[in-house]
């Protein structure tokens, strides 16, 4: 087991679900649902090896360009995640927070997520935080558009200012992001909290990232010389 104690916040791009099912000459929805299991695998490894946040992008403000099919079976992972699934994160000790426009979500989803974010509220093991209709550069939009309706000077604005209102800082910007399937960009994931984050991008699809592959990029974020801008 690879020792993540220099992780305090992990990020990852859940990429390649499709192209997996592809490869498997399996329906493309089934590549989404075994993505989602890993979520819950690779939530727990990453809690056990001391890593104290965990933020995972499940659906960008983006994927509504899809096909009617396959955005309401991602819909259906996602409530199965925040109703079905309480249980099981309660039990792991894992507190759920969720974070994207939750305007543009259905009413009966913006109450589950309420649900298991109360559920799991005292939870202390780790936060997974769930990225939902989430896209970088909404959420920057969203913040500004917070800061002028609460009418702050603008020579009081600062990066502080932006920081208190994103959807959920949660307190620590992300040490490593990992985006799976070998591509090499971010697509708006916390572009906020990530000038100094660490990228990592192994070639493997999402569904097949394994513990091995979790210990491989610690210890590749373990041997890496973090200057944040200094020498």
């Not at 020792?3 to 305090?8: F, G, H, L, Q, S």
């Not at 995972?56 to 983006?62: D, I, L, M, N, Y």
């Not at 800082?169 to 100094?196: C, H, K, M, V």
Request: contains cysteine.
């Amino acid at each position: 087991m690879a020792a993540a104690n220099t992780i305090k916040h992990l990020g990852i791009i859940l990429d390649g679900n499709r192209r997996w099912a592809r490869s498997r000459n399996l329906p493309t929805l089934q590549g989404h649902s075994a993505g989602y299991d890993n979520i819950k695998n690779i939530c727990e490894l990453a809690f056990n090896r001391g890593i104290k946040m965990l933020t995972v992008w499940a659906f960008s403000t983006e994927n509504w360009k899809r096909s009617k099919q396959e955005v309401d079976y991602l819909m259906k992972l996602l409530k199965r995640a925040v109703t079905k699934d309480a249980k099981y994160y309660k039990e792991k000790d894992v507190r759920i927070k969720v974070i994207g426009k939750m305007s543009d979500l259905n009413k009966d989803l913006q109450e589950s997520i309420k649900d298991i974010e109360e559920v799991t509220k005292n939870c202390v093991k780790g936060i997974l935080r769930i990225g939902i209709n989430y896209g970088g550069r909404t959420e920057i939009v969203d913040a500004v558009k917070k800061i002028i309706k609460s009418k702050i000077p603008a020579d009081e604005i600062s990066e502080q200012t932006i920081t208190d209102n994103i959807y959920d800082f949660g307190g620590a910007n992300p040490d490593l992001i990992i985006r799976t399937s070998g591509e090499q960009r971010l697509s708006g994931f916390l572009l906020w909290q990530s000038p100094y984050s660490e990228l990592y991008f192994p070639k493997v699809c999402w569904p097949d990232f394994s513990e091995k592959d979790l210990d491989e990029a610690i210890d590749w974020f373990n041997n890496r010389k973090r200057r944040f801008g200094g020498d």
